[in-house]
T-cell receptor, first 112, second 116 residues
Framework: GQSLEQPSEVTAVEGAIVQINCTYQ??????LSWYQQHDGGAPTFLSY????GLEETGRFSSFLSRSDSYGYLLLQELQMKDSASYFCAVSPYSGNTGKLIFGQGTTLQVKP | DAGVTQSPTHLIKTRGQHVTLRCSPI?????VSWYQQVLGQGPQFIFQYYEKEERGRGNFPDRFSARQFPNYSSELNVNALLLGDSALYLC???????????????FGDGTRLSIL
């Protein structure tokens, strides 16, 4: 089976840096993705790691280590609008499908 | 360009009824996937269609079915509704069959289905 674990909640202050971890158990996958979702709205793609290492996109960075079955999303210079739920997801080796398996999500609360 | 559009936005049904949810992908996207998101959890994969063929099916009962039309829009049908089917149903489209850096999934705002 495949499962991804994330902390349920994280709190940080405006301007700070926060790291959201994702550990997984999966038999094999193409890559690790991160999505942001504001209060029941549409999940929005943030980042994708196909290979081990760091991917940087503006204030957001994502990291993957397949040997440690671990990844994280790093958010810098936090803003109030970053308060949202963040999901890690994997694209498993399961034929030629676009299936994504999501974690339970981490609710980030940014305080002034 | 318009994003992924879903209709209706909200729907209230009673147990035993059936429902049809609709999704229009981003123009040029040939892949459409459906997800169910229960409050407080991550989205759960239901179906993927690519070029009008079913590419994947999640662990959902046969009451759930879907199809993709020649214009790549899609419908999700759920029969014999149960209370547990209450959820946000998300549609996602992409250019390719699977997630890549340059071709991520684009999600719609979803249909919030409530079963009474």
């Amino acid at each position: 089976g495949q499962s991804l674990e994330q902390p349920s909640e994280v709190t940080a202050v405006e301007g700070a840096i926060v790291q959201i971890n994702c550990t997984y158990q999966t038999s094999g996958f193409y890559g690790l993705s991160w999505y942001q979702q504001h209060d029941g709205g549409a999940p929005t793609f943030l980042s994708y790691n196909a290979l081990d290492g760091l991917e940087e996109t503006g204030r957001f960075s994502s990291f993957l280590s397949r040997s440690d079955s671990y990844g994280y999303l790093l958010l810098q210079e936090l803003q109030m609008k970053d308060s949202a739920s963040y999901f890690c997801a994997v694209s498993p080796y399961s034929g030629n499908t676009g299936k994504l398996i999501f974690g339970q999500g981490t609710t980030l609360q940014v305080k002034p | 360009d318009a994003g992924v559009t879903q209709s209706p936005t909200h729907l209230i049904k009673t147990r035993g009824q059936h429902v049809t949810l609709r999704c229009s992908p981003i123009s040029g996207h040939k892949s459409v996937s459906w997800y169910q998101q229960v409050l407080g959890q991550g989205p759960q994969f239901i179906f993927q269609y690519y070029e009008k063929e079913e590419r994947g099916r999640g662990n959902f009962p046969d009451r759930f079915s879907a199809r993709q039309f020649p214009n790549y829009s899609s419908e999700l049908n759920v029969n014999a509704l149960l209370l547990g089917d209450s959820a946000l149903y998300l549609c996602a489209s992409s250019l390719a069959g699977r997630e890549t850096t340059n071709q991520p999934q684009h999600f719609g705002d979803g249909t919030r289905l409530s079963i009474l």
